[in-house]
């Protein structure tokens, strides 16, 4: 056991707590049932990649699951797979490509934990077309504070099942997950980039592509405003077909070997600060114009809107390649929120969104467009048949509690618009906000769950005491 500081990935939630490191799934479920047995508030961690507090809090036994990376069974006949807790995107993907398969659903960071996505229900660039990752898993074995171990599917213990994924690891720990992976007919994917001049060309031309593209996602310039507000560039992917790539079993193999690319490699090379702090000023304001106005300049110029090839991991984790990126964000770090909003609304909603932002003086430095689909299968999701916008706001020491009732606002007008917010990215929603957003049964369901696999409340994390606790509370009564 050691004592540490663990942040959340945007680095403004910190806590300090004792992290066991268990190197074997037998020794998670036992340290989860003896701190139960000892009355001991245990936090579940994996790849630290939620934003803010959903896995980290302050004082309580982090039992990290991130050394408990083997791949337990693979069948390339069927795409069945079956994995420990810690496997990461990237290495779930490394051991399946070069059999033809690839993860159905993947966040935009490869090192994120099957236990992560799991228990955050991700989504991907493809989720108005391929449904979350929950939709993917076959079955999972769930140690819980009892020290009971539950393997759940659709058929067995099905409660539990559409509850623990998306539970946020508030339910039990997840040992093992079987899961559905996806053809893959080739290592490498056409991509293109178009611009949109508003955010009504922007949200058109996602509706256009839907019916053709793979994965989809907008970069929203979060500086133009009046009738350029949200204007943006739209990337579309689309998987080849096995007569499209006649070099399909070398691409296969090569996809992950190759990436990321060797300039890119020199550049992680560099000693660590040297990139972000190069890149700090791009997190002020007039750097965050700067930024928005060269991104777009490129993504709009003659020439630009053409596809090319490229590989899986170039075309799912851009963000990856630049090392330390989040550091740039130094000192106060960065806040995401990330609001889910349905279709007919998504205009409207964005629109006060991005206004409210900017007359606030707080233009995010980041916005990012996705097309989602509801997933009401499970017990908390956040997902509904629309659009998700995510804006990134950079966290200045001086201007934090004004940038604090800001997101109190933004998070307002996203239930006012009858939508939703996303426990992974979420740090700034409040119990009442929670409770707008869930429906009272599915709350009341959570709840009698909770009472119930884990009646002492071991198993807790900074979201829990912020917002999900106090949410539930009404409704066990
Ligand atoms: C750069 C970046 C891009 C991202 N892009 C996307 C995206 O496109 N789509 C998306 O949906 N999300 C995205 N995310 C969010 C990320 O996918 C989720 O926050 C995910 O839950 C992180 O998983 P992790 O392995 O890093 O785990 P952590 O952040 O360590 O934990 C996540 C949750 O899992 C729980 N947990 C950990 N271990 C276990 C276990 N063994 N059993 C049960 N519960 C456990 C924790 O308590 C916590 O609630 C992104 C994050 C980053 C940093």
Request: proline share 0%; glycine share 0%.
């Given at each position: 056991m050691t004592e540490r500081e663990l942040t959340g990935w945007g680095l403004r939630n910190v806590a300090h707590a004792p992290v066991v490191t268990p190197q074997s799934v037998d020794a998670l479920a036992q340290a989860l049932a003896q701190a139960a047995g000892e009355r001991q508030t245990v936090c579940l961690r994996a790849g630290g990649g939620s934003y803010g507090d959903a896995a980290l809090l302050d004082g309580a036994l982090t039992l990290d699951s991130s050394a408990l990376d083997q791949i337990l069974a693979w069948d390339a006949t069927t795409g069945v797979v079956t994995v420990a807790p810690g496997v990461t995107v990237e290495r779930l993907w490394r051991r399946i490509l070069p059999d033809g398969w690839r993860p159905a659903v993947v966040p935009g960071?490869?090192?994120?934990t099957m236990a992560g996505a799991a228990a955050a229900n991700i989504h991907g660039k493809n989720n108005w077309r391929t449904g979350c990752f929950g939709d993917h898993v076959i079955s999972f074995e769930l140690a819980l504070p009892s020290g009971e171990r539950i393997t759940c599917s659709r058929a067995s213990h099905p409660d539990l099942f559409a509850a623990a994924i998306g539970g946020m690891g508030l339910l039990g720990a997840f040992t093992s997950l079987t899961m559905q992976t996806a053809r893959a007919a080739s290592g490498l994917v056409a991509e293109r980039q178009t611009a949109h001049g508003s955010l009504a060309a922007l949200l058109a031309a996602f509706e256009a592509a839907k019916g053709s593209a793979t994965d989809l996602v907008g970069w929203v310039d979060t500086s133009a405003r009046g009738a350029a507000l949200g204007r943006g560039l739209l990337g579309e992917t689309r998987e080849l077909a096995a007569d499209e790539d006649p070099h399909a079993a070398e691409t296969l193999r090569s996809a992950w070997e190759r990436w990321p690319s060797l300039p890119v490699r020199l550049l992680r090379a560099l000693p660590t600060p040297v990139i972000p702090t190069l890149a700090r000023p791009l997190t002020h304001p007039a750097g965050v114009w700067l930024a928005n106005r060269a991104q777009w300049e490129r993504g709009s110029r003659a020439g630009a809107g053409h596809w090319r090839r490229i590989s899986y991991p170039a075309a799912n984790f851009p963000l990856d390649v630049i090392p330390n990126w989040r550091d740039t964000y130094r000192p106060g770090g960065l806040i995401q929120q990330q609001a889910f909003i349905p279709a007919a609304q998504a205009q409207a909603a964005f629109t006060q969104l991005l206004t409210r932002a900017q007359a606030a003086g707080h233009t995010p430095s980041l916005g990012v467009l996705k097309a989602q689909r509801a997933?009401?299968?499970?017990?908390l999701s956040y997902l509904v048949d629309g659009y998700s916008l995510a804006l990134d706001f950079p966290v200045l020491r001086r201007s934090e509690a004004d940038l604090l009732k800001l997101l109190h606002t933004l998070n307002d007008i996203t239930l006012d618009f009858g939508g939703r917010l996303y426990f992974a990215k979420d740090s700034t929603a409040t119990a009442e906000q929670v409770a707008r957003m869930l429906a009272p049964a599915n709350l009341a369901q959570f709840a009698a769950l909770k009472a119930r696999v884990d009646p002492h409340e071991t198993l807790q994390s900074g979201l829990y005491r912020r917002a999900l606790r106090p949410a539930l509370r009404p409704a066990i009564r």
């Open positions: 960071r490869s090192a994120v997933a009401d299968d499970f017990t």
